[in-house]
Every structure is written in C-alpha cells, then in structure tokens.
C-alpha cells in the first residue's frame, strides 16, 4: 500500500499492491492496521456500492451534516472516474479549496475524504462501480450538498456540466455561499 498526501491536509490517497498471477490478482483493499497508521481513530461502519450507467453522470457534492458526519473511502472496481473532495469546513486555510483525482478500476487509487469535505465524482467511461467505506451510517435528515459546478468552486470537471446526468436531488444543491454550512475547522 502507498499513501501520498494531497493538496489539501488530511485528503490521502492510498494505493493497495495488487498481485498479479495466470488466475488473475488479489488485493488487501482495506486493512485497519494500515489505514489507522495513517489515519488514527477513524472507524467504518456501512459499505457502499453504486453503478453508473453512462459517462458523464456526476453524483454530489454530498456530505452528511453532525451529529452524522461521515468520513469515506472511496474507489472504482470497474470503470474510471474523476473523484473531488472539497473543504467546506468554515475557518479552515482551505475552505473552498478542492482536489480531484481520478480513480479507476486500473490505477487502484483510494481517496480519503475526511469528515468536513464534500464529495463528488463524475463518470468517464460507461458502467462505473464505484465503492466506498463510510464512517456513519446513512442518516436522510442529515443529507446535504453542494451544485457540483457552482463557479466560486472553480472545478473543471471533464465533461460540459451543462450535459451531466444528475439525479433530481442534485439539480437543486444550492451553492456554497448559499449554504447553511454546520462545518467549522478544528485545526
Ligand atoms: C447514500 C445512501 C443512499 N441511500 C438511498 C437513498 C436513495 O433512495 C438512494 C440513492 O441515494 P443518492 O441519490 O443520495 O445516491 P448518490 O447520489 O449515489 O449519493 C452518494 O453520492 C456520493 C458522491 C457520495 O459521496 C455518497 O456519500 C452518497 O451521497 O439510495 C441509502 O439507502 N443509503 C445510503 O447510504
């Protein structure tokens, strides 16, 4: 396993070894003991699974707002896509700021979206399975988002965003400034 740091602190990026035989690989996708080196104190409790069609289908930016804040690692078991993170926690040297990186069944990344960030990705190639790790479990009422191409946000996102494909949920995410934001950085 590699873990590089971003741009951003506290969004890592881990790439599990995958061994390769006639068979095919196996990988350690997911291991306490490392992650834990490098991300102390964190715990997951639900896995997620979800299949994206077409190219161009771009789901966030989502969060889940305390007392159910959520944590995820997230990565690609088929397809490709370009996954970002942005700190949306007030205070913050970074607030606004964001990373993208793509993820992809071949490169194998995993990216580390701590709690405070909001999360999306957008599909580049058709059926797309995208997995993640989530460090709460899913609570509606503390649903929350972000347009993915609100202009102060500054994304460029690898598809004309006047062509994604949204669920209805997410053609109506106000803009961050617009926000009733309960993120405060704690250093
Ligand atoms: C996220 C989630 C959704 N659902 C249900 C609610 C809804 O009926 C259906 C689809 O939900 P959504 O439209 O919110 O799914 P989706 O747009 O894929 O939401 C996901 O987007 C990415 C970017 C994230 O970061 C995730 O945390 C999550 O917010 O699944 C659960 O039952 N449990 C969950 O944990």
Request: aromatic share 12%; proline share 7%.
């Amino acid at each position: 396993m590699t873990v590089e740091e971003l741009a951003l602190p506290g969004v890592l990026l881990f790439t599990p070894k995958r061994f390769g035989d006639d068979r095919g690989f196996f990988s350690e996708t997911f291991s306490t003991r490392v992650f834990n080196e490098h991300v102390p104190g964190v715990t997951f409790v639900q896995d997620n699974h979800s299949l994206s069609r077409d190219v161009g289908v771009v789901r966030g930016l989502h969060f889940q707002t305390p007392p159910h804040t959520q944590g995820k690692l997230v990565r690609v078991s088929r397809g490709r896509v370009l996954d970002v993170a942005v700190d949306i926690r007030k205070g913050s040297p970074t607030y606004g700021q964001h990373v993208s990186v793509e993820l992809s069944a071949d490169n194998w990344r995993q990216l580390w979206v701590p709690g405070g960030f909001a999360h999306a990705f957008c599909t580049l190639e058709p059926d797309t399975e995208f997995l993640y790790k989530v460090t709460d479990f899913y609570a509606p009422g503390c649903d929350g988002g972000i347009a993915f191409d609100d202009p102060d946000l500054g994304i460029e996102w690898p598809i004309d965003p006047a062509k994604a494909i949204l669920s209805d949920k997410d053609r109506k995410l106000p803009r961050l400034k617009d926000l009733d934001n309960p993120f405060v950085y704690k250093g």
